[in-house]
T-cell receptor, first 117, second 112 residues
Framework: GAVVSQHPSWVICKSGTSVKIECRSLDFQATTMFWYRQFPKQSLMLMATSNEGSKATYEQGVEKDKFLINHASLTLSTLTVTSAHPEDSSFYIC?????????????FGSGTRLTVV | SQKIEQNSEALNIQEGKTATLTCNYTNYSPAYLQWYRQDPGRGPVFLLLIRENEKEKRKERLKVTFDTTLKQSLFHITASQPADSATYLCAFDQTGANNLFFGTGTRLTVIP
């Protein structure tokens, strides 16, 4: 089945530094990937939609200069949290649609636990 | 704005019984609804998708219903097992977009 690989699975960084999270589709091409954030005991909140070869579309309230998204190829999208602060600590998850939504749903990465100290 | 609610934050059930989780939505008419399983510290895993013209869908011990009049979907796990313990999320597509809008999830615990 379709697999989305997300790296790293966890990261601890100092306040003010930047962190890059990678999301790869292993056995399919993903023209569109999605980035979500999930706080403890809360649901997934969409941050942005990443389109291969074009600028990402950010949801209202998400700072595009803070959360840089690059989707340079059909199999890789990256999210960079710039100048991270403790309030950015969260669980970040990427996903991709394998074949629209025709019974296949969306495939999610395993998530990245970011802790900013 | 559209809203999606799952009936309870947590549900405990005895092993072997049928677990029933509820998903209600308002201010929207999704063309399809999806259910996902999420284990702690992991991304969601797709389980089932049901379309607005489908009343019921089954997959092994799982069953999903979709009532567009009540604006509700029910998710059933029959003969529940401790390994079914997880958080279950319902989700639908957002208007004009190719992404998902998630409910808050129900944390199911199956007690041996």
């Amino acid at each position: 089945g379709a697999v989305v690989s997300q790296h790293p699975s966890w990261v601890i960084c100092k306040s003010g530094t930047s962190v890059k999270i990678e999301c790869r589709s292993l056995d399919f091409q993903a023209t569109t990937m999605f980035w979500y954030r999930q706080f403890p005991k809360q649901s997934l909140m969409l941050m942005a939609t990443s389109n291969e070869g074009s600028k990402a579309t950010y949801e209202q309230g998400v700072e595009k200069d803070k959360f840089l998204i690059n989707h340079a190829s059909l199999t890789l999208s990256t999210l960079t949290v710039t100048s991270a602060h403790p309030e950015d600590s969260s669980f970040y998850i990427c996903s991709a649609s394998v074949s629209g939504t025709n019974n296949y749903g969306y495939t999610f990465g395993s998530g990245t636990r970011l802790t900013v100290v | 704005s559209q809203k999606i609610e799952q009936n309870s934050e947590a549900l405990n059930i005895q092993e072997g019984k049928t677990a029933t989780l509820t998903c209600n939505y308002t201010n929207y008419s999704p063309a399809y609804l999806q259910w996902y399983r999420q284990d702690p510290g992991r991304g969601p895993v797709f389980l089932l998708l049901i379309r607005e013209n489908e009343k019921e869908k089954r997959k092994e011990r799982l069953k999903v219903t979709f009532d567009t009049t009540l604006k509700q979907s029910l998710f059933h796990i029959t003969a529940s097992q401790p390994a079914d313990s997880a958080t279950y999320l319902c989700a639908f597509d957002q208007t004009g977009a190719n992404n998902l809008f998630f409910g808050t999830g129900t944390r199911l615990t199956v007690i041996p």
